[in-house]
């Protein structure tokens, strides 16, 4: 909590002035060092290959808008692969963060501790590890090339942490919330939609993005799994598009790279708070 | 309570006389799931060609390695020949009681059946393909291949004497009598062309793969393509039956057998499977070999093969179609084999005393609270087949061979520890491990310093709007996802557009300017560089939660006693900052041992092997090299190092506490 009171002490305005102009510079070049090459990426996606070869640092003489065209008419189908997978995706590990939580954060059972410990210690083994055999795995499960190949694997990974917060959240409530409801007659299904459901909004809807731009981000699982390029997602299709341009085209290769951060972009833009909470809840839990 | 005891006696019986049922049931079925009979024949060699006499039980095998030919009776040796080449077909005049053998030295080869005595030789001077009897057992046809493309074709009477003779400029893989005066051949243009005896063109029919392998069956000729489809042709060309094998696997076909009365077709191919489908043209079995299938020949409902290897089996037709279910039987008997026994189990433990109680009370708890067991089992079931299978499956097969090569249970072996041994003969691991502890103390340093000196000057910036402002700015660059980030760096690093050389030239330093990542002194370099000034934003917004939780009380009583903002950063914030620091440092550490996605744009561990990291060579394995087993004791390295890591930061924490 901070308190806002006033210094009492005079000669200090001066010395501090001076010390908030200085931090205020260095933060600016800081934060402008940090956008270079996101500024790179949207001046350079309105340039054209000429102008890129003749000066790099030019602005754009007329917006190229055709790179994006250009990138569009490739991207758009692989842009919708990943909104609708990484939907389905997200509402699954969703679901299973919310029952899971409940289950471990209300419900008492034999055998609680171990299975939370199996849920826990994933978190703790490297998918370096099974990525070997999860790519035979796959295969096996004839799943290969399908976006379920992408889906489960990630809800399963993906479940563990949003178990642990809704988890914590359910166990800050009054223990005998449940036990009330139970008193009631309210049954566990009913408990968990009625009772727990709502209360584990915030969290869940933390858990949401976090998955959300993990699952998006993700680059090598689907490179490995998903031949097609029509069902290939969007991280790899830029790198293909991208690929193809070579050097014909560094135009639209960029308006490509712009395209696939828009989502990530409008989802900070509207849910910050939530994304910032979500970027430091990995953290907070260790 | 006696009764009550019987009763427990009575289902106690009841489940383990369940428990034999399913036990008879699964070993009665498992014995019925194997169609293949290896027919005891070892020539000690890689086999080639086959021909079956079923009237005197005559196993022919021709060999590739020592150009043997062989007859085996009821698995004895009866005798043996040994030609110039490998021998590619070998076909049977039954009524004659003889053997012709169409060889690679140029020769075809006329054995008597039953001794074995050299009849006749036709010198064809070019390498037989394939050749064919007709019925009335006085013609031979041979296909030959010189070269690689040029192929002839000649029909020759039981002397020698040539009959018929045709060029062809198209590769002819196969030889066959369609009738007594006429034949067909089939080419890798795909066509099957039927001739007569002068030599003239009857017809054709056009498949859209390369013919493979032709034989007769009866009056019926039998053809494969490259595609895995096959044609079944009566002697007017005409076309009785055609399939495809469902070809997921993406073989290469090879051969094609049939049982005599061609119920059931058998597509042989270099992988070694040999897909055998039904008169409906389904798929009914699929046998595995180890080595590429060569040959077939038929003996009744029964479908023989050999292979580029020493075996001959039997594919027994009869009964085939309920392998299939003899084998789901197998599978669920023995679960319910199991699950009979261990209720049989439970039952037992009932029985002794003071047992009952205390199990009675956890299965009423159990009981009481299925609902939250029904509830985790769809993540767990989640988690075994997504995650802990594959973890097992990583710590049994990195001591094996498992590679794309030896995929099957039956090719992988334990090898002990030589996939840990050649990380350490083989230098790309080493150069890895040297890479990797760079990325880890500049990762560390990186993590440490900028997102620190954000977080404070943030925390230290007046005003809650000039604040939230900064903080807000300083976490947007994330919204960029790693991977375009890194295509965005690989374009800042281009040698001829990239932003770095450009700025070089601009500012009068073109002589700095270099292929930054092509260069395998500076590429590592490149690569740590990338995301200069590291504003980690999970690092910064932890960093300024801690700031904020240290507290502004703190901060004051500090400046009460006179301290100034440089020793309160040092002696106040840096020290109550620990805990923060050592959750960042833990992360980062794993994070960059298991990451290797920029290093996979930026250079693909090159040039040569200068940016290679453990995590990659393991990614390389994988996809690439199909080397299963090593990438496996990869991933086990990984995992101690992070285990490590975890584990050191657990205790650092669990001291801290006390």
Known sequence: MTRNRKYQKGGHHAKELRFQVIIEIIMCIITFLSFVPILVMVITSFKSNVEIYNDFFALPKKLMLSNYNNAFKTLSGNMLNTLIVVAIAVVLT??????????????????????????????????????????????????????????LPWISGGQVLGIVLCRNSIEQLPGDLFEAAKL??????????????????????????????????????????????????????????????????????????????????????????????????????? | ????????????????????????????????????????ISTGAMNNALAYDAENDVSLVGTNSDNMIYAYKDGEQLWADQAKGAFSQIVLAENKGLVVAGNQDGNVYIYNLEDGTLVQTIPVQRRVVSVDVNDSEDEIAVSTLTGTSKANLYVYDFNGETLTSIDSKVKISGVSFSGDETFV????????????????????????????????????????????????????????????????????????????????????????????????DEPVYTVQEDQSIASFSADGSSILYTGNGDFVKKINTDGISDITRNRKISKVSFILMILSMIAAGILLLFLIPGVPGKLAKLGKEMWKARMAYILLIPGLLLMWFFNYRGIFTAFVRAFT??????????????????????????????????????????GAVKVLTVPLICAWLCYSASGNKRKYVHRFLFVLPIVVPGVISAMIWLKIY???????????????????TRVWLGDADTAIWAVIFMGFPFVNAMAFLVYYGGLLGIGKDVEESAVVDGANRWNIFW????????????????????????????????????????????????????????????????????????????????????????
């Open chain 2, 401 to 442: 061979n498992w590679s794309t090569e030896n995929n099957t249970l039956a090719e992988i072996q334990f090898i002990g520890l030589d996939n840990f041994k050649k990380m350490f003969t083989e230098g790309y691991f080493l150069t890895g491990m040297s890479n990797l502890l760079l990325l880890l103390v500049t």
């Open chain 2, 185 to 280: 051949a089939g080419n890798n243009r795909g066509e099957i062309i039927q001739y007569d005896l002068e030599g003239n063109e009857l017809g054709s029919v056009s498949t859209n793969y390369s013919v493979i392998q032709l034989f007769r069956n009866g009056n019926e000729i039998v053809a494969v393509c490259k595609d895995g489809s096959y044609y079944f042709l009566d002697e007017n060309l005409k076309i009785v039956r055609k399939g495809k094998t469902d070809n997921t696997l993406q073989a290469v076909p090879e051969s094609v057998g049939t049982d005599q009365n061609g119920n059931y077709v058998a597509v042989g191919t270099q992988e070694g499977y040999i897909f055998v489908l039904d008169k409906k």
């Open chain 1, 94 to 151: 969703l679901v299973l963060a919310a029952v899971g939580g409940y289950v471990f954060g209300a419900m008492d059972f034999p055998g609680k501790k171990i299975l939370f410990l199996i849920f826990l210690a994933l978190m703790m083994i490297p998918g370096s590890l099974y990525l070997t055999p999860n790519y035979i795995l796959v295969q096996k499960y004839h799943i290969f090339n399908t976006w379920w190949a992408l889906i």
């Open chain 2, 1 to 40: 309570m006696n009764k009550w005891k019987n009763r427990k006696l009575l289902f106690l019986i009841l489940a383990i006389a369940l428990c034999i049922v399913f036990a008879v049931l699964f070993l009665y079925t498992r014995s019925r799931t194997e169609a293949v009979e290896d027919m005891g």
């Open chain 2, 494 to 512: 281009d040698p001829n557009i990239g932003l770095i050389n450009e700025l070089l030239t601009k500012i009068g330093l073109s002589n700095l």
């Open chain 1, 184 to 286: 009631e007659g309210c049954g566990p299904l009913r408990c968990l939609f009625y009772i727990a459901l709502p209360l584990e909004k915030p969290i869940l809807s933390t858990v949401a993005v976090m998955q959300l731009v993990t699952y998006y981000n993700d680059f090598i699982w689907p490179m490995m799994v998903v031949e097609s390029n029509n069902k290939q997602m969007i991280t790899v299709a830029v790198r293909i598009f991208s690929n193809a341009q070579g050097t014909v085209n560094i135009g639209a290769m960029f308006a490509g790279y712009v395209i696939a951060t828009l989502p990530i972009f409008i989802l900070f833009m509207f849910t910050s708070r939530m994304y910032m909470e979500g970027l430091t809840a990995g953290a907070v839990k260790g």
């Open chain 2, 571 to 658: 002696k106040i914030q840096i020290p109550l900052l620990r805990p923060q620091f050592r959750v960042m440092l833990t992360l980062t550490l794993i994070g960059t041992m298991q990451n290797f996605n920029e290093i996979y744009i930026l250079t693909q561990g090159g040039p040569g092997k200068a940016t290679y990291v453990p995590a990659l060579e393991l990614y390389f394995n994988v996809s690439q090299f199909g080397r299963y087993g090593y990438a496996c004791a990869l991933g086990v390295i990984l995992f101690i190092m992070t285990m490590a890591i975890t584990l050191l930061n657990l205790k650092l924490t669990k001291s801290k506490d006390v």
